[in-house]
């Protein structure tokens, strides 16, 4: 029937197909596989997936229970109910992954989250497909500091996927090696002669938006802003925080996400019982920084771990001591998710939200482009990337040493 319809029609209908069905369109036929699998549908496609999410977002949830990372996706709406799960196919060294970021599908994971294990992957889970990264340039050892922030974005011009790793091993007397990795051509590029005299906050999250990843850092008189690296012409900006935010308070905590659509700052107290949010209404209009809304959860007593997200109707979701998702409004009313919990250290540290939009990117790769290839290509705790003694605590593990005022936020 295909043969008696234009191009336009049927890729006017096949870019309204959620992943699953849009892959098995494939197998319709070589002309069905090359439409689908060309650079152009892909993009058609993961925009109309764009301008659905803005009706009812998704949001990507992971939690580790009994060492297993847990991967779902969550509508953001009022029943929050689970529209997805995926099947987490790698391990990692560490009790989970850090998630680095979310764009146009894909996750960044880097197994950092106590011993550097030098391994990053871009993963689409909706396509089961993935890249593992070669090693950078610059690796921990166990002489000195070491510290090391990342970010993950995408060139729209170049149509270019990129991650920036920017690492410190003398905070107070040299700037950072700063290497970029560019998708397209699959290797680490030294770019240091682009840093900045900033130091991002040890586990700073990085936010994606407008083409750049946003980080929280100081300047070396201990003033706080956000610090930029533009994925298009690959260089580092800065941007201010509202004046009065921008000295140091070590009873805040500053975190950086996206609203709606904007920049926003979230800052909460170590109790997490005080939280405001202050969101960028005109990206890069320092002018534009407009405190959106305070929660206090005073009346409602302690218990309360960290913040997690901003909800697109501008509640709070949180995790609590006790390992329950609860929805904050800025009232201070909460609402308890159905969703179970766990109290374990582990637990509570692994739950992460973010933003979410399935997509087929990566399925132009081809059938050897998978999970399989990149799983048994991960480090073990016996591989050489751990030492000749496979201990890895002596070389890779964190080094607690660094300057305390910038430990983790």
């Keep these: 029937m295909s043969d008696f319809l234009p191009e336009g029609i049927i890729v006017n209908i096949l870019i309204r197909l959620p992943v699953k069905p849009l892959i ?22 993961l925009n ?56 146009n599908g894909l996750l960044c994971l880097s197994d950092d989250r106590v011993f550097y294990m030098n391994t990053i992957i871009i993963w689409n889970p909706c396509v089961r497909k993935s890249v593992l990264l070669p090693k950078p340039n610059l690796v ?17 011009v170049g149509n270019d996927y990129k991650i920036v790793r920017i690492t410190y091993t003398d905070l107070d007397r040299c700037l950072p090696q700063v ?15 682009l840093a ?15 083409g750049a990843t946003h980080w929280i850092a100081r300047y070396l008189d201990g003033n706080d802003l956000i610090l930029l690296f533009d994925m298009r012409h690959e260089v580092f900006r800065e941007m201010l925080l509202p004046a009065r935010l921008a000295k140091d308070d070590s009873q805040k905590s500053k975190e950086l996400v996206i609203y709606r659509g904007s920049l926003a700052l979230v800052l909460c107290d170590d109790s997490g019982v005080e939280c405001c949010i202050w969101v960028m209404k005109e990206y890069g209009v320092v002018e534009s920084w ?26 709070v979701l949180i995790v609590t001591k006790d390992g329950y998702l609860v929805s904050c409004d800025p009232s201070a009313r909460v609402n308890y998710l159905d969703f179970p919990g766990c109290r374990s250290e582990e637990y509570l540290c692994s739950v992460h939200v973010n933003s979410y939009t399935k997509s087929v990117v990566f399925l132009e790769r081809g059938p050897d482009f998978s999970d399989a290839v990149t799983f048994s290509k991960l480090p073990s705790l016996q591989s050489h990337d751990c030492g000749s003694d ?18 983790q936020r």
């Design 24 to 45: 098995c369109c494939t197998c319709v036929s070589k002309s069905w596989y090359t439409l689908i699998t060309s650079p152009e549908f892909i993009s058609a496609h």
């Design 196 to 210: 900045l005299k900033y130091i991002i906050y040890n586990r700073s999250r990085p936010a994606y938006i407008n």
């Design 390 to 407: 496979g201990n890895c605590g002596s070389h890779y593990r964190h080094s607690h040493e660094v300057n305390p005022s910038i430990s």
């Design 179 to 193: 290497e970029l990795y560019r998708l397209s051509m699959g290797l680490w590029e030294d770019i240091s002669h």
């Design 140 to 156: 921990y050892n166990s002489y000195g500091s070491f510290m090391q922030s990342l970010g993950f974005g995408f060139d729209p």
């Design 48 to 103: 109309f997936a764009i301008s659905g999410n803005e009706v009812t977002p998704l949001l990507l949830l992971r939690r580790c229970v009994k060492k297993i990372e847990h991967y779902d996706l969550y509508c953001d709406s009022v029943l929050f109910d689970r529209h997805f799960t995926f099947e987490f196919p790698f391990r990692s060294i560490n009790p989970f992954f850090t998630i680095i970021g979310s764009c």
């Design 290 to 315: 407009t405190k959106q809304f305070d929660v206090n959860l005073h009346d409602f007593g302690g218990g309360f771990m960290k913040h997690l997200w901003v909800r697109k109707d501008g509640e």
